[in-house]
């Protein structure tokens, strides 16, 4: 039972460049969510998707993009890197208004942008 | 606008104490308040509370919510090293997709 499944696990960009971060789960959930965490600030949302074919900005949205591409997926791409994008990053997904309302976390991705 | 204040921000203890983590918030529609243990991967789910009073407890961790004065606590008793991690609380809220607003968090460090 996979869970949710994140790819890639560490990257260093180098500025200006793109990379796209990958999010899967298994578990017939219907909303998915990207947070970043960094030193002290907790996490902080990016985008979610509340379901299948919408998405909205979370709290730090500037900077990236998303796509849920269907149920599974949900994809965090970053256009052009900047040195203040360098943070951990988790994929979410929930069974929204479901009885267990929490979340479950993918393993997270370590982005270092030079 | 919706937050999550958590205090202490961080907390060294000896193995054996009692600690208890705070949480406090401002929310438009409360839903639910969750805390998760993080230690240095990603966040496990601890406890969901929706109702005042009500003690959560797993083990010698438990948890309480107050919605009336805003806040949540984390007891943890008898400390453990395996203990030391940071925990999070996170506050969810009606009509708003399931999204989590995060607190800071708290790092706890168990010293032997």
């Known amino acids: 039972n996979a869970g949710v499944t994140q790819t890639p696990k560490f990257q260093v960009l180098k500025t200006g460049q793109s990379m796209t971060l990958q999010c899967a789960q298994d578990?017939?959930?219907?909303?998915m969510y990207w947070y970043r965490q960094d030193p002290g600030m907790g996490l902080r949302l990016i985008y979610y998707?509340?379901?299948?074919?919408?998405?909205d900005k979370g709290e730090v949205p500037n900077g990236y993009n998303v796509s849920r591409l269907n149920k599974r997926e949900f994809s965090l791409r970053l256009e052009s890197a900047a040195p203040s994008q360098t943070s951990v990053y988790f994929c979410a997904s929930s069974e929204t208004g479901g009885p267990n309302y929490g979340y479950t976390f993918g393993s997270g991705t370590r982005l270092t942008v030079v | 606008e919706d937050k999550v204040v958590q205090s202490p921000l961080s907390l060294v203890v000896h193995e054996g104490d009692t600690v208890t983590l705070n949480c406090s918030y401002e929310?438009?529609?409360?839903?639910?308040l969750l805390w998760y243990k993080q230690e240095k991967k990603a966040p496990t789910f601890l406890f969901m509370l929706?109702?005042?009073?009500i003690e959560k407890k797993s083990g010698r961790l438990s948890s309480i919510l107050d919605k009336k004065e805003l806040f949540s606590i984390l007891n943890i008793t008898a400390t453990q090293t395996g203990d030391s991690a940071v925990y999070l609380c996170a506050l969810g809220i009606y009509n708003q997709g399931g999204k989590l607003i995060f607190g800071q968090g708290t790092e706890l460090s168990v010293k032997p």
């Open positions: 998707s509340a379901s299948e074919g919408t998405t």
């Open positions: 929706t109702s005042s009073g």
């Open positions: 578990m017939n959930h219907n909303s």
């Open positions: 929310v438009t529609n409360f839903r639910s």
